[in-house]
């Protein structure tokens, strides 16, 4: 299994607060993602990153900002929380050193978020 | 655009029983194609993969071949487990300007009842 940490695995916070989940890797993959988990909609890509500071937009981006100040961790931020935003994030890495383009992803074990 | 199409469950079955979970998709080109699982309270695992057109990919019974004519890559087990129950994903690779991006389908949950 790749090294993957998140946390924190269970949040309950309240709507209107800032939430800030971690993605920790121990495998110096490149690239890094942040999915959430929805019925009926599978995963979504909410962003990624390609190198340390590089950062780009998923599909469902608005209210949430991300940082990679260096390259085993990626955060998550929820600036302001909504009941919208309730839901499962997956973080994924791909792209490990001798194999750059390689376009397997391998998940953490997720957070489960819940804003009330 | 790029999309993916799972047929709904939950899948039932008997142990034992042949599995087969549809998933067709919407692409520009030959993506590679993906099937991931989730067990209870887990992240996803790849299951497996296929690059091009006509490969099979296979891990721990499970099967799937790539068929562009069909635009198609349906999973199928020939005798499923109790310990195959959980959340099974099909996926495309999309090609962004930097990393790749995978686009999911729905999900369908198989429950397998001994």
């Known amino acids: 299994d790749a090294g993957i940490t998140q946390s924190p695995r269970h949040k309950v916070t309240e709507t209107g607060t800032p939430v800030t989940l971690r993605c920790h890797q121990t495998e110096n993959h490149r690239y890094m993602y942040w999915y959430r988990q929805d019925p009926g909609h599978g995963l979504r890509l909410i962003h990624y990153?390609?190198?340390?500071?590089?950062?780009d937009k998923g599909e469902v981006s608005d209210g949430y900002s991300v940082s990679r100040s260096k390259t085993e961790d990626f955060l998550l931020t929820l600036e302001s929380a909504t009941s919208s935003q309730t839901s499962v994030y997956f973080c994924?890495?791909?792209?490990?050193?001798?194999?750059?383009?390689?376009?397997?992803?391998?998940f953490g074990p997720g957070t489960r978020l819940l804003v009330l | 655009g790029n999309s993916v199409t799972q047929m709904e469950g939950p899948v039932t079955l008997s142990e034992e029983a042949f599995l087969t979970i549809n998933c067709t998709y919407t692409?520009?080109?030959?993506?590679?194609l993906f099937w991931y699982v989730q067990y209870p309270g887990e992240g996803l695992q790849l299951l497996l993969k296929a690059t091009k057109a006509d490969d099979k990919g296979s891990n721990k019974g499970f099967e799937a071949t790539y068929r562009k004519e069909t635009t198609s890559f349906h999973l199928e087990k020939g005798s499923v487990q109790v310990s195959d129950s959980a959340v099974y994903f099909c996926?495309?690779?999309?090609?962004?300007?930097?990393?790749?991006?995978?686009?999911f389908g729905a999900g369908t949950i198989l429950r397998v009842k001994s």
């Open positions: 996926a495309l690779i999309r090609i962004m300007e930097y990393g790749n991006k995978l686009v």
């Open positions: 990153s390609y190198g340390v500071k590089d950062t």
């Open positions: 692409a520009t080109g030959y993506p590679s």
């Open positions: 994924a890495i791909s792209g490990p050193p001798d194999r750059p383009l390689q376009e397997t992803q391998y």
